[in-house]
Nanobody
Framework: QVQLVESGGGLVQAGGSLKLSCAAS????????LAWFRQASGKEREFVAG????????RYADSVRGRFTISRHTADNTVYLQMNSLKPEDTAAYYC?????????????????WGQGTQVTVSS
C-alpha cells in the first residue's frame, strides 16, 4: 500500500503562485506513475500533471502547460506541483494519485492510491 498526503493549498490572488506537496510513504517501490488531479465544485475530477516515478518524464493538461511544473524530490519521496500565474478557474481541490503501472495516464480511474486533497482558491 502507498499512502499519499497533500499539503500547501490555500487562498491566493489571481497571478500569484502556490506550491503543493505530495508526500508518499509505504510501498513507494510500487509507484510507477504519480499524477495530480483537481476537482472543482460541481465538476468532474480532471488531470493536471503527471510523471513517471523512475525517470521524471512528465505530461501536462493543456490548461496548465507553461504555468504549472511537476517535480520530485527523490530523497524523501515528495512530489511537488509548482503553480504560477494562477487564475480563478484553477480553483479546486487538488489530489495526488499513484498507480503501479509505469505509464502516463490522464484517466483518474487508472490510479488506485489517492491522497485526501488540498484546497486551492484563486480570487479575482
Amino acid at each position: 500500500q502507498v499512502q499519499l498526503v497533500e499539503s500547501g493549498g490555500g487562498l491566493v490572488q489571481a497571478g500569484g503562485s502556490l506550491k503543493l506537496s505530495c508526500a508518499a510513504s509505504g510501498r513507494t517501490g510500487n509507484i510507477g506513475t504519480l499524477a495530480w488531479f483537481r476537482q472543482a465544485s460541481g465538476k468532474e475530477r480532471e488531470f493536471v500533471a503527471g510523471m513517471l516515478w523512475s525517470d521524471s518524464i512528465t505530461r501536462y493538461a493543456d490548461s496548465v502547460r507553461g504555468r504549472f511544473t511537476i517535480s520530485r524530490h527523490t530523497a524523501d519521496n515528495t512530489v511537488y506541483l509548482q503553480m504560477n500565474s494562477l487564475k480563478p478557474e484553477d480553483t479546486a481541490a487538488y489530489y495526488c494519485a499513484a498507480r503501479r503501472l509505469r505509464m502516463l495516464s490522464r484517466n483518474a480511474a487508472d490510479f488506485g492510491s489517492w491522497g485526501q486533497g488540498t484546497q486551492v482558491t484563486v480570487s479575482s
